[in-house]
């Protein structure tokens, strides 16, 4: 089991960027592909963004052009640039793990943080 933490999350305005930082301990971080997840009240979790062992991303439609994941296995830390933020990408922001591949499916992430609120505001 790796422990995950979360942090950077709060109030911005639209158009503005944040920077979302999640630890890792417990277990290396580089065994791991690891994944950004949001949830907004009354929505599904919805699939942000991910980065693979070596450091490949993948960023959901929604966010690319926007969104910036990447990872540093020296500090044990994944990270998600959010620049041009809107209204809608308010949301609880979890990070995740997984030794597997299906980065889009929130149900093959077996390591969660606990979530940090991102409010966006018009």
């Known amino acids: 089991q790796v422990q995950l933490v979360e942090s950077g999350g709060g109030l911005v305005q639209a158009g503005g960027s944040l920077r979302l930082s999640c630890i890792a301990s417990?277990?290396?971080?580089?065994?791991?592909?690891m994944g950004w997840f949001r949830q907004a009240p009354g929505k599904e979790r919805e699939f942000v963004a991910a980065t693979s062992r070596s450091g490949l991303t993948y960023v959901a439609n929604s966010v690319k052009g926007r969104f910036t994941v990447s990872r540093d296995n020296a500090k044990n830390t994944v990270y998600l640039q959010m620049n041009s933020l809107k209204p809608e990408d308010t949301a609880v922001y979890y990070c995740?793990?997984?030794?597997?591949?299906?980065?889009?499916?929130?149900?093959?992430?077996?390591?969660w943080g606990q979530g940090t609120q991102v409010t966006v505001s018009s």
């Open positions: 995740a793990a997984t030794m597997g591949s299906t980065w889009t499916i929130s149900r093959t992430y077996g390591n």
């Open positions: 417990g277990r290396t971080l580089s065994s791991y592909a």
